[in-house]
């Protein structure tokens, strides 16, 4: 399968701790991509709805390249941190720009991972799984997971030995 991981964070922590840790469960026998959207030129969609007609963003930045590796994932699995109790702007903005091929993300097995520095249960988490149960409807998609994290400090996760090893288990459960 091919798998692409939209990491929404610009740091080296514990989203991308979660990241390696499913990565390392899933990883053989399939293809895996991390999208990092702080190395990519994007700019914000505009909503002039052109795109629409010509299958595609009319930014000529990385928007349709990043898009067209989303679309042609079996899987795609989109973690972000917790900033001001919603998504990271960087993993929003990836999402806004899917609109210029939304279609084509109808009917996709997806997976949510979410790190939050608050107790898991807490309102930031279920305001962020509404949004992608939202996004899931609209689009169809196979919810396969939802899973947070809380984790305040730089290495966390990484010492959560129960944390990290669910998410390996994630990885290997999705073949």
């Known amino acids: 399968m091919k798998i692409v991981i939209v990491n929404g964070s610009a740091r080296k922590g514990n989203t991308l701790t979660a990241i390696q840790a499913f990565a390392e469960g ?6 895996i991509e991390i999208i990092a959207p702080e190395k990519l030129n994007i700019a914000p969609c505009k909503g002039c709805g052109v795109c629409q007609c010509s299958k595609g ?10 898009i067209d590796k989303i679309v042609a994932a079996d899987v ?15 993993l929003k903005l990836i999402i806004d720009k899917c609109y210029c091929k939304g279609l ?12 939050g520095a608050a107790r898991v249960g807490s309102i930031q988490y279920e305001l962020i799984n509404k949004q992608f149960q939202c996004m899931a409807d609209y689009l169809f998609w196979d ?18 030995t129960d944390a990290i090893a669910e998410l390996k288990e994630l990885g290997s459960n999705l073949c």
């Open 26 to 31: 899933v990883a053989e026998e399939n293809e």
């Open 143 to 160: 919810m396969l997971f939802i899973k947070s994290y809380s984790a305040s400090d730089r290495a966390d996760l990484s010492n959560n």
């Open 57 to 66: 963003c009319v930014d000529q930045d990385d928007t349709n390249p990043t």
């Open 104 to 115: 084509h993300l109808k009917n996709k097995k997806v997976g949510v991972i979410v790190v």
């Open 76 to 90: 795609i699995v989109f973690a972000t941190p917790v900033y001001w109790w919603g998504m990271s702007a960087q």
